[in-house]
């Protein structure tokens, strides 16, 4: 059943969604996640006590987790019921933010398959607002609440309103879109004092969220100074930045197959380096089960996707479950 719908919804996203301009299918695709109760369907969940994992101490019905875009409540909890075992918020800051212009993102197809390179640059409705809208935001599975700023304050700030609202708390240092907030991995002395503080004051656990364009930073000074400070967590990672003329900045972030490669190298890498000292979630271009499978036998807690999500289907968290339970 769940190989037909993943093969109907391939029809669906290169006969439909691609032959749309983006700003088009993004808007149908979020019309369609707010009013269609997919969630209500069991097909797109799978439990079973084979499948939980812990991630900073909070229990994952399984480890496959939403990573960062959606800030609308009811898409957040919609997505809690189509089989993530978390599922993670976009990034709030301070303020509103309206984001870059249009266009702001395109789509890609390479021969690893189809994917994505966005500047959407946090669009979001900034803290206060987005506080609100997550009161009586029931928890299906665990939330994790990203957060971003561009100094030790707005950090302090965010983790200490935010915290409360989520089971964990994602610090996002890596979205190549905003300068202020890219740049804190070319700054890992400062990021220090930022993740010092930030375990000082989380009422949850923390997840530091890498760019893959940092490899050399993360694993000498971010990830040290993170373990130095009490966050055991990472998130590896983040989008790459490259330069792509359609977008309005000119430059943006690929997510989606082509990134996968490094992903699972720089799973490798940190898990050798690290050992068990650190809990990985492997993010990149994890858009079919073997991809989740091959991440999670090198040593990821959990794995994380977003462009599988459009690519693929809300289909692929139950795929991936169904193969991981098969595999076992
Ligand atoms: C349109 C779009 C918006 C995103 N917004 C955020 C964000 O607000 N915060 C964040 O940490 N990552 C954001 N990401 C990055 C994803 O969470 C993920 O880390 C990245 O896309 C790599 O995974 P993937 O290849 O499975 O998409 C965004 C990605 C896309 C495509």
């Known amino acids: ?4 719908i993943a093969a109907l919804y391939r029809l669906f996203y290169d006969g439909v969604l691609c032959r749309l301009p983006e700003p088009t299918a993004i808007a149908l695709g979020q019309a369609a996640l707010r009013a269609l109760p997919f969630d209500r369907l069991p097909v797109f969940r799978l439990e079973d006590p084979r499948l939980p994992v812990t991630l900073g101490g909070v229990r994952l019905p399984n480890p496959v987790v939403l990573a ?10 919609r997505a809690m019921g189509l089989g993530f075992g978390a599922v993670t918020t976009k990034t709030i800051t301070l303020n509103p933010r309206p984001g870059h212009p249009q266009p702001n993102l395109v789509r890609v197809r390479s021969a690893a398959g189809p994917g994505l390179v966005n500047c959407n640059g946090f669009q979001n409705p900034g803290l206060d607002a987005f506080r609100a809208s997550l009161t009586g935001l029931r928890h299906r599975v665990p939330l994790i609440v990203s957060v971003a700023g561009e100094s030790v304050e707005d950090y302090v700030t965010l983790v200490r309103a935010l915290g409360p609202f989520g ?21 890992p002395r400062e990021l220090r004092g930022v993740l010092e503080a930030l375990a000082a004051v989380s009422p949850r656990p923390l997840i530091v969220k890498l760019s893959p364009d940092f490899a050399e930073a993360n694993e000498h000074d971010i990830i040290p100074a993170a373990l130095e400070a009490g966050v055991r967590i990472v998130n590896y990672g983040n989008t790459r930045r ?6 309005s900045q000119g430059s943006g972030g690929l997510s989606g197959p082509e990134i996968f490669p490094a992903t699972l190298d720089n799973l490798r890498r940190t898990r050798k380096r690290f050992g068990d000292a650190l809990e990985i979630v492997a993010t990149g271009g994890v858009d079919s089960p073997d991809k989740a499978a091959a991440l999670l036998a090198e040593g990821a807690r959990a794995v994380g996707y977003f462009t599988g999500f459009i690519t693929r289907g809300p289909i692929l968290a139950r795929r991936i479950l169904e193969h991981l339970l098969h595999a076992a």
Do not use: F, G, H, K
């Open 1 to 4: 059943m769940s190989r037909t």
């Open 68 to 77: 960062a875009q959606y800030y609308d409540p009811r898409i957040l909890c």
């Open 167 to 187: 089971d964990l708390v994602e610090i996002n240092i890596s979205s190549p879109n905003t300068r202020l907030v890219y740049a804190w991995s070319e700054r």
């Open 242 to 247: 490259i330069d792509e003329p359609r977008l």
